[in-house]
């Protein structure tokens, strides 16, 4: 799997879209960009995933650089409920269906 | 409704006992992960399974043992020989027929005293 790099924490205001950054620029061509995030003492949620056309579902867009070397999660209209570790994972799909979790990106979201 | 249960939320023993960690779905979904997670850290995987009666190690193993004989229960036991049991402990499960999106259970949270 492609390492991944996250800023360790962010601040989004209330009804703010949150736009959450990763990097992987070592991606290879297979390889499919996954979002997850993580509210304090509960299990991961899967949010999206994309291989390298923007995708957008109920819960987030995911927007993929051209070169695929980073990627971009954006919540619209960020809320309280949001506030949690968002993690980032490069991987193939259906290798083995096992999931790596880095540190992540802590976003805050505030009134 | 489906999902993946576990259960207790919050689980105490005392240090050299073995622990049973359950966890239930009913997504018929085929594999089955156990993660281990710290304060502050993201998640390892212990143990997965990609069908019954079938399970392999994962980067974590040591001081863990697990079991498949059923599709829907992948129980985890914490053993004597863990030696630092403490922490919260995560359940997943996906279809292998489908992409990388696994549903996680709520967690146990172990603290060995």
């Known amino acids: 799997d492609a390492k991944t790099t996250q800023p360790p924490s962010m601040d989004c205001a209330e009804g703010r879209a949150a736009n959450l950054p990763c990097n992987h620029s070592?991606?290879?061509?297979?390889?499919?960009v996954y979002w997850y995030r993580q509210i304090h003492s509960q299990g991961p949620q899967y949010i999206i995933h994309?291989?390298?056309n923007n995708e957008t579902n109920e819960m987030a867009s995911l927007i993929i650089t051209e070169d695929r070397k980073s990627s971009t999660l954006i919540l619209p209209h960020a809320t309280l409920r949001d506030t949690a570790v968002y993690y980032c994972i490069v991987r193939v799909n259906n290798a083995g269906n096992m999931l790596t979790f880095g540190g992540g990106t802590r976003l805050m979201v505030k009134p | 409704d489906g999902g993946i249960t576990q259960s207790p939320k919050y689980l105490f023993r005392k240090e050299g006992q073995n622990v049973t960690l359950s966890c239930e779905q009913n997504?018929?979904?085929?594999?089955m992960y156990w993660y281990r997670q710290d304060p502050g850290q993201g998640l390892r995987l212990i143990y997965y399974?990609?069908?019954?009666?079938?399970?392999q190690k994962g980067d974590i193993a040591e001081g863990y043992s697990v079991s498949r004989e059923k599709k829907e229960s992948f129980p985890l036991t914490v053993t004597s020989a863990q030696k630092n049991p403490t922490a919260f402990y995560l359940c997943?499960?996906?279809?292998?027929?489908?992409?990388?999106?696994?549903?996680f259970g709520p967690g146990t949270r172990l603290t060995v005293l």
């Open positions: 994309g291989l390298k």
């Open positions: 399974s990609q069908i019954v009666n079938d399970f």
């Open positions: 997504l018929n979904h085929d594999a």
């Open positions: 997943a499960s996906s279809n292998k027929a489908l992409s990388n999106e696994q549903f």
């Open positions: 070592t991606i290879s061509g297979n390889e499919y």
